[in-house]
């Protein structure tokens, strides 16, 4: 196993497949290859050196759109976190729904829903950074005649 020249999340790897040329690999996100050990590993623990090091899950090749009309689009599917601040955040396009991300070095460490209860669902209120309760504002309606 050999690191990718350009990308810190792919390497070589020589397979006894009858083939001459090794098969480019990718670990999964947000696993880095660490060229020392030989394996995936957290991003703290790799040295990426001058290969390009992905922080988004839309950067990696598994969570791409590849000939596919029935692939939801990444951006629909992850988050990013590229330019966000540790900690909680909204999940761009979902804003003022119950989910966000929580992220660290701008990256997705995971996702979730504000929970609320029965009676008083919540929402994530990107600008407090928190689940909040919904409030729901019924508008009267009046009648022309």
């Known amino acids: 196993m050999i690191p990718h020249s350009e990308k810190c999340s792919k390497y070589y790897e020589c397979v006894n497949n009858g083939l001459t040329k090794p098969e480019i690999r990718e670990c999964p996100y947000p696993k880095l290859f660490d ?28 969570n791409k759109c590849i000939e596919s009309i029935q692939c939801v689009p990444c951006r629909e599917r992850f988050p990013s976190c590229n330019g966000k601040s540790d900690g909680l955040n909204a999940w761009e396009g979902k804003e003022w729904t119950p989910k ?46």
Do not use: A, M, W
């Open 35 to 62: 060229d020392e050990y030989k394996i995936c590993d957290y991003p703290e623990r790799v040295k990426c050196k001058n290969r390009t090091e992905p922080k988004d899950p839309c950067e990696y090749d598994v």
């Open 100 to 145: 966000y991300v929580v992220c660290k070095n701008e990256r997705v460490l995971y996702t979730n829903e504000c929970k609320g209860v029965k009676d008083k669902p919540e929402i994530f209120d990107p600008h407090k950074q928190q689940c909040v309760e919904q409030i729901i504002i019924t508008v009267p309606t009046y009648s022309t005649n």
